[in-house]
């Protein structure tokens, strides 16, 4: 399915039922916000443009609403996907690159090595300030359980829980170049790009 019409490049896409949101990161005119919504046909095209803020790097999606993660100038929007209009502005520092969505948490990485966790409903934060190697790349994966997987470029694999006391537990594995993680739940894999390696680890990632 080619998609046409499409300004790129892309630094990251939400698939919501048929439609796909993509976070374009470029220097758009003004009548052209650098977030569109491409709907379903056998040519794909844009069927709508949303402005989010400076910069958008990471689109996560639940509950029928959107969350973007605006780099350029340390925000987080809040979309309603009825609407398409953005209803909460957070403000999260140190370049917000990467946001998931996981049982009523935006989860929010930074450049500069943080990750908040921000309620969908009450709008609160949990923090965990400069835990993670500044500069380090952080891809993240649901836990499964309300918690947080953490892959640091560094060679770092993380586990983050909120609870009343937030924790963030560092598995001392033998990574060199973690670029990507996924879990189902129960197991976890890690992609260990120096190596060429995808790892997997089971029991909740004791294994």
Do not use: C
Not at 122 to 150: C, E, I, K, N, Q
Not at 182 to 188: I, K
């Amino acid at each position: 399915m080619p998609f046409t019409g499409l300004p790129g490049p892309f630094f990251g896409f939400a698939l919501i039922g048929l439609a796909v949101w993509l976070a374009i990161w470029r220097w758009l005119p003004d009548d052209a916000p650098p977030v569109a919504v491409v709907g379903p046909s056998a040519e794909a095209h844009i069927a709508g443009r949303l402005p989010v803020g400076d910069a958008p790097s990471g689109v996560g999606s639940a509950g029928g609403l959107l969350w973007v993660a605006n780099s350029g100038d340390d925000t987080v929007a809040e979309v309603d996907e009825s609407t398409n209009k953005v209803v909460r502005i957070f403000r999260v520092a140190g370049g917000p690159n990467d946001v998931l969505v996981n049982d009523g948490f935006a989860w929010v990485a930074t450049a500069r090595g943080d990750v908040v966790a921000i309620d969908s409903e009450t709008g609160s934060r949990h923090t965990w300030p400069s835990t993670f190697s500044p500069g380090s790349h952080l891809d993240l994966a649901s836990a499964g359980d309300g918690g947080l997987w953490v892959a640091e470029g560094s060679g770092r694999l993380w586990r983050l829980r909120i609870g009343a006391k937030d924790e963030a537990f560092e598995y001392p594995l033998p990574f060199d170049d973690l670029s990507d993680v996924a879990s189902d739940g129960d197991d976890v894999w890690a992609y260990d790009r120096a190596r060429g390696e995808v790892v997997q680890l089971e029991s909740g990632g004791r294994g």
